[in-house]
């Protein structure tokens, strides 16, 4: 028989709803205050009037951003380098991190040690500014997709999911006449599809973030991701006055916006894409970060 919960359970769980429902408000305040703000009027803005809900609606701070054409291609190019990188990290990390759970892999340590090292060491950048040069991968599509496919940390994480596997499941396929690839892609990949979802997840949201990266290997205005020909703008509306030049003044006032509208849309524009994937891979990512711990 189930005994009546105790008066201490019952403020215990009220308490747990209230500080959750804080930690929401928390949360979700600046995400609707940028939004608020970036569709409102300039007057309510220069009063400091706005807090979750806009004021005088207004979307020019987004026509303003909109109208620059390398706009549209920085979007283009965010996704190519974001869906790319990706998924070369998920495929040489997925290649990497196999081999290292093999018993009869000669090499096996050797490798792990120097994963490890390169997880204390790096090249730096001006190294590996002059080995990509070497490469011929300056000002190209490449550079911003390559470098960084394999991470040591993230084939250590698969690594440790692969072990948690059952022996036996491979045991029976080699039976059955299995190679490792086969092995790998019918039995281990499905099996990882938290892990998988969770690192695609991490890729796409720091490829999508990463500026300094195109900053320093592309010097072609064409092929700049979305952040760079963001933070442009944010560079351009950095004054005092928070106008800047005479001609982006009368600009603006005509459209009846101010440099705060423009710095809060190009924030809405940087975060949505994100926002629209994470619900879709949010049943995947507590589970999938677990889950690459299980086993060391």
Not at 28 to 53: M, N, Q
């Amino acid at each position: 028989m189930v005994g009546k919960e105790s008066i201490g359970s019952k403020i215990f769980d009220v308490f747990n709803i209230l500080l959750m429902l804080l930690l929401c408000v928390v949360m979700l305040y600046p995400f609707l205050h940028v939004i608020a703000v970036s569709l409102s009027s300039s007057e309510p803005i220069l009063r400091g009037d706005i807090t979750i809900f806009p004021k005088g609606f207004n979307v020019g701070g987004y026509k303003y951003i909109f109208q620059d054409p390398f706009l549209y291609s920085g979007y283009a190019h965010s996704i190519i380098y974001a869906l790319g990188s990706t998924l070369f990290m998920l495929t040489f990390t997925s290649l990497m991190a196999y081999p290292l759970t093999l018993p009869d892999f000669m090499a096996k340590k050797f490798l792990s040690i120097f994963l490890v090292i390169t997880m204390f060491f790096s090249g730096g950048l001006i190294p590996s500014y002059l080995l990509a040069r070497s490469l011929h991968l300056l000002d190209t599509y490449w550079i911003m997709i390559i470098p960084g496919c394999v991470s040591a940390f993230n084939v250590f994480l698969f690594r440790s999911f692969y072990q948690s596997i059952p022996a036996d499941l491979r045991e029976s396929a080699v039976i059955d006449g299995a190679n490792d690839i086969q092995i790998l892609t019918k039995i281990y990949l499905p099996l990882s599809k938290p892990l998988l979802a969770t690192f695609a997840l991490f890729g796409i949201v720091g490829s999508w973030n990463g500026w300094f990266e195109a900053l320093v290997y592309l010097q072609d205005e064409n092929k700049y991701p979305l952040q760079l020909i963001l933070r442009k703008y944010l560079f351009s509306l950095s004054f005092d006055s928070g106008t800047g030049t005479e001609v982006m003044q009368a600009m603006l006032a005509q459209m009846n916006v101010n440099a705060k509208n423009i710095q809060m849309a190009i924030v809405v524009i940087a975060m949505f894409p994100i926002m629209v994937i994470y619900p879709f891979l949010q049943k995947y990512f507590v589970k999938g970060v677990m889950i690459g711990a299980v086993k060391g």
